[in-house]
């Protein structure tokens, strides 16, 4: 079935540096993406999203970069904190339901 | 502060119980949502409501069941029909298609 999955399940980084997370989707109808932020022990925060219209979104230290051609979407958090440590998950609503597909997620460490 | 609030935040019950979480939202969303999420997983959707008094079911439905009289509340109750209830439990509300979710930040049920 149509899935959403990520590439990574585990990603350190030295604070600082940058770091890339990326997700591969097979839906060729899905036209939003959203990522989420989620800490231990808490429910997940919305972090950014984009639409298909666009191949690129900037946030606050983050981007969502987004390839249609090959399915495939990133995060990129800039100067990783410790904050940052965290499960990140991306998801698509899969169309137009209203159901948000979520992949297995990647957990970012960041090293100090 | 608008916000979605779970409680409780952790619950024990013995097999063969039926346990009902509460789930409020003040956002004024019209959908809601119940998600399971196990140890290093994604998340699964267990029930959705568009609209109060409507709901559908979601991937893994069997052995819960959830009533939408409300707007603001949508209680997910796990029956003894749930053959693995021991999970962290996540609710969620969006004000409609194709817009991020807002999470709770979960309750943890242990069954023993």
């Known amino acids: 079935g149509e899935s959403v999955g990520l590439h990574l399940p585990t990603l350190s980084v030295q604070e600082g540096d940058n770091s890339i997370i990326n997700c591969a989707y097979s839906n060729s109808a899905s036209d939003y993406f959203i990522w989420y932020k989620q800490e231990s022990g808490k429910g997940p925060q919305f972090i950014i999203d984009i639409r298909s219209n666009m191949d690129k979104r900037q946030g606050q230290r983050v981007t969502v970069l987004l390839n249609k051609t090959v399915k495939h979407l990133s995060l990129q958090i800039a100067a990783t904190q410790p904050g940052d440590s965290a499960v990140y998950f991306c998801a698509d609503p899969q169309g137009s339901s209203y159901k948000l597909i979520f992949g297995s997620g990647t957990r970012l460490l960041v090293r100090p | 502060d608008g916000g979605i609030t779970q409680s409780p935040k952790y619950l024990f019950r013995k097999e063969g119980q039926n346990v009902t979480l509460s789930c409020e939202q003040n956002l004024n969303h019209d959908a809601m949502y119940w998600y399971r999420q196990d140890p290093g997983q994604g998340l699964r959707l267990i029930y959705y409501?568009?609209?109060?008094?409507?709901?559908q079911k979601g991937d893994i439905a069997e052995g819960y069941s959830v009533s939408r009289e409300k707007k603001e509340s949508f209680p997910l109750t796990v029956t003894s029909a749930q053959k693995n209830p021991t999970a962290f439990y996540l609710c969620?509300?969006?004000?409609?298609?194709?817009?991020?979710?807002?999470f709770g930040n979960g309750t943890r049920l242990t069954v023993t």
């Open positions: 969620a509300s969006n004000p409609g298609q194709n817009s991020p979710l807002h």
């Open positions: 409501s568009q609209i109060v008094n409507d709901f």
